[in-house]
């Protein structure tokens, strides 16, 4: 089965020759690899109830924000692509999908639905109005299949390792019910993201908090039980196998307060008394001390910042989160997260995978941060980043400085479940062609090529996320 | 006629075989279409006039302060170029320029000229202080016949459309002049550029302002007679055909004030009172009025901004602006346009094209911005950045987010009149290579590389700047 | 004996045959050309005594914090490789770093390694455990023998000029030992580094000016005394052959402040009453002042700017400096040179040359500020931007500005004197293979190209630097 996942032989490899030849030699020794997804977005009930898929539209448009976001730039209603709960007849969203199909020409969103119809479903002819109706049917005959249905196509997949996206009040019923099923082989697990538990200027702070200590069964009030229910919270994830936790902000500041001040600023913050600034001064405490219970714990921290979440204020009003208008901001990681890896950066077996939108950083700060701390990771180029050119250039950006054992693997952060395969052989390709290029170019030997491209798929991941 | 502008087979396409040829491929497809240039900085008047330009110093060096500036910055004195104002013999310029033609190996300005001299003078030796007269002697004998005047060059470089950038109280009779033409085919038409009128902390602003309420008839001395008398004169450009508007600010800023602020600011602007902070924050509720006049009347806006202007002052005293010495600064879009976009970011029929000589926007900011927002269009590679080796940058950081088709066309933003076919020449050939490099690498097909090639060229242009 | 020296045929040359073959032939026509190494931190000390090195991990490993840090960074504690004055066994060290040398596969540290134990040793076999004990054997003996110590290795190496890095303190005794040596063919000159006296918010301040004042006999408590103790050291300097002055600051601010306001500046420095802010201003303001003496004294000015220096304070505490976690920061010169541009970057016969660790100036300030002012020249790409693909990004994203001929060459500025031909071959086959593309791209014919490769190898840091 796993030929019918197989990418082009020259897809995404480099056009010399020489180099090309090579870097397929690096690929195919990896291409039938285990997939090791340690973040991303699928949902667990997915694979809890195994139901199968709703429709092509359902599956592969409606709720894929990267596309949505493209068509909706180019001029179709959000409405009419069934965003906001609007209702929609799924295949006129296929039809109106396929028609624009030229708008993705040389993203990666394109590539992906390219390669995910021509593998998993094996529709090799283009999309467009011509090929809607016919395109739509395949797929739709196939998601009525039991081949089709989640857990199948994990197996099916190769994928080894999968953690999903949680809320630290999730009671993680679905993980147990998968870790229980007899049909399913790999991993699944659960991440610890707890933004919306750390964010002290929102003016539902205090109910949150007050839902985090319900969760964790932690009375008090003071921010000492704020920390105690994370704690407990961390350790029912860690029960259920999870092995991280995920922090996003908008400003990756970290501070390290005196626990009076902590205590205060807490205390004004569930008041709804706390500033802007203070907020932020705040959650970088609070971030802090995150990364103090990953050395207790053992969890490993990933920060995913620098994103002005729903940008145009009408349409998440309309539209809800997560629709396309999640824009990056020029970000600073030298300064900000001094305070926190002052205390914790060379902690014993502390794991920051640090991630970012803003390439600016990845040679300037983060491939020399990540080369002198052992805490620190360079993780995987990430959101508008995890495609073909932004991987060259972040493998580019970062190697000279960091090589490749302190990267920490690729993650496909997606929502799009059937792209999964196809975004890993990306990743794989592009290391492949890179680390070819190095051959190339004398400046490492075969012998290590082959073992970096083995341990960049597999090794690295494995360790970094303590699998 | 149009071969002898044809630039070498290869030039500028990628060194594999294989890539080159279907480069070639592409590019051919397009090498002669019709030359679409909708911001620049020709001088209506040479059109209006069509009087046979001076001497080979006065169009290819006096004029060219990408020329004059570097031979400065290698020490020759600006004096001694014909600048501001200064006596200098043309034929000791050219031999000046022509024995330090080194300095522009590698330069977009080295490769322009070498083309420009080769395709329309027949100009194959390279520059050198033994070419300098006889290189001098056959294009000032060229320069002499009525081939060479503008409106003839206009015609044999294949131009269908040109926009000028003026200023806002310009009667604009030159273009009236130009259109009445039977002899100029393309369609000229001006931009309507009011950076001078919207820098509220300028000493001479009130002057500025009363100008402007002259040219449009408006009386009164509030804001909203200043926002009137705008609407007029872009109503008198909009009848001598403009489509555009164009801004060029410092930090694009923007903001959405209540009208009593506006007011407010507005009068201690006309005061000479404002401080340089709230004459940023009137700039930028300026521009998002400018937004709005655009969803009334059509015009595009157009957003130059993060140069520093005349960076050194003693040369700008001597020599004036544009002179050389603007330097790019780092700049900001995702929350410095948050107000305008908030307001008119998804308006009918708006289109705000974003420029920058800060790459580091381009994947960071315009590409995910153009990526949700129907209003915003990612505009080409400008000023420093219009040359090969940026424009390739150029097209990497931005279409894996935003595809070609939120990408508005080239601009040659030239007054180097006779290199406006080798710098569209020069984009076309790099986005051949580019698209080439795509096919090689399984991203795209030969037919969408083949559609992709001609839309970038001509159809985006004629749609985005809604020609 | 130069073949030893000479690095793979096709390393780091492009893949695609026909521009390797020119790269190739481009490379050939430079590869033995002198050394000019004009920023280093070789100790002068060690010419001076040319005592043998004490062994393989002292030589290539202890004193080489590319080497520590990174090895630190994968979990090696610092102690066991000696830092910080811990007694190791050098053996044990070596063997440490051989064992975990795929960890260097890809960067420049492992790149310069291998090519120095190749060139210089010929040791073909790679490092690993399994050739740990033989590799440190085969550099111990050779490290035996007169063909290896310092000034036999200077000679071999073909340097042709090597300036160290010196506190303005220094006698430069090893200096004067140096030049009267018989066997030492090299120009070997000091480089006044005046930092650690141009930090006025340090609180050792006071007796540091002190220091200055008493080595250079000048009395006196004011500013004009500071400056003027400056002008003796540097003339000094200049007597023992210096060309240059090195100055490195976290943020490149400068100012041009009145006498007086300097003056109460210095003052309250001097009384240990300065603020963090006006300290920068101070600061800056005695940058702007260094500029006004190097056009006196003619001395090149170097800024190496955006560096926060020892990150990690327990590791400064406990290591000292220079121990791998100076992480750079984001960096602006447009606005913060200005002030000194402003009254010195057009000054006749004064030259500053600007480095950066932080890539996104070079296209956006520096190349822009060399491309028009007189003064300014740009660094070679440097510290963690000194490896094969940030050179390449380097020349990409400074030539089309600004050309080759505002451009400093290379500098190594290592400590790892055995990788100084390998870095200096590094950067020579990079520049070969960005013209060898000029070339193939049609962008400069091949004449130029040969000359472009001799005059960035050899011209322009003889002329830029003064030699």
Redesign the interface.
């Known amino acids: 089965m796993a030929t019918m996942l197989r ?2 032989a ?7 020759p ?2 090309r030849a090579l870097a397929g030699e690096l690929y195919e020794s990896v291409a039938e690899a285990p997939i090791v997804s340690p973040h991303g977005h699928v949902p667990a009930a997915w694979l809890a109830s195994d139901a199968p898929f709703r429709d092509p539209a359902d599956l592969l448009v409606v709720h894929d924000h990267y596309v949505t ?2 068509l ?4 179709i209603p959000l409405e009419s692509l069934g965003q906001g709960g609007a209702a929609a007849d799924p295949r006129e969203i296929w039809r109106v999908t396929a028609s624009n199909w ?7 969103s ?2 992906w639905m390219t390669e995910t119809l021509r593998t998993v479903f094996g529709i090799d002819a ?1 999309l467009s109005a011509a090929t809607a109706d016919s395109t739509y049917d395949t797929i739709a005959a196939a998601l009525a299949t039991p081949d089709f249905q989640p857990r199948a196509l994990l197996s099916r997949f190769g994928i080894g390792f999968l953690a999903t996206t949680d809320d630290p009040c999730d009671d993680l019923a679905d993980h147990a019910t998968i870790a229980a099923a007899t049909d399913v082989d790999a991993r699944v697990v659960p991440t610890y993201r707890p933004d919306k538990y750390m964010e002290p200027a929102a003016a539902d702070f205090p109910e949150r908090v007050a839902a985090l200590l319900d969760a964790a069964g932690v009375a008090g009030e003071g921010f000492q039980s704020y920390l105690e229910a994370h704690r407990v919270r961390r350790a029912h994830f860690a029960a259920h196998g999870a092995t991280a936790t995920d922090h996003g902000v908008d400003v990756p500041f970290t501070a390290d307060l005196s626990p009076a001040r902590a205590e205060e600023l807490f205390a004004r913050a569930m008041r709804g008394e706390i500033d802007a600034d203070d907020a932020v001064v705040l959650r970088g405490h609070i971030l802090t001390r995150m990364a103090e219970m990953s050395v207790d714990d053992g969890l490993v921290m990933m920060l995913h910042p620098g994103v ?1 979440r729903n ?5 998440y009003e309309r539209f809800g989160p997560d629709t ?7 970000t ?1 990681y ?2 900000n997260l ?1 305070p926190l ?2 205390r914790f ?2 902690a014993e077996g502390f794991h920051l995978v640090l991630f970012t ?4 950083v990845f ?3 983060i ?8 805490a ?1 990771y360079a993780g995987a180029p990430w959101w ?2 995890d ?4 991987i060259d ?1 972040y493998r ?2 970062v ?8 990267t920490a693997g690729f993650i496909d952060d997606t929502r799009a479940f059937l792209s999964i395969p196809v975004r890993h052989d990306t990743a794989r390709r592009r290391d492949a062609a890179f ?1 070819a ?2 051959v ?6 075969h ?2 090529a082959m ?2 491209i083995a ?1 960049v798929t597999t090794t690295m991941p494995t360790k970094v996320w303590k699998l």
């Open positions: 990418t082009g020259h897809a995404l490899l480099p056009s010399d020489e180099t976001r493209l909706y730039a180019n001029g030229h708008l993705f020409a040389g993203t990666a394109g590539y283009p002005r940008h145009h204020t009408a349409t396309g208008h999640d824009i990056p901001l020029r600073e030298t300064d001094r890896l002052e950066g060379t939108v803003d390439e600016t040679s300037r700060e491939a020399p941060l990540a080369g002198f701390y052992p620190v508008f980043l495609a073909p050119d932004a250039r580019a950006a190697t000279e400085t960091a090589g490749f054992y302190k680390i290029r190095l190339s170019e004398g400046r490492i030997d012998g290590t073992r970096v341990d």
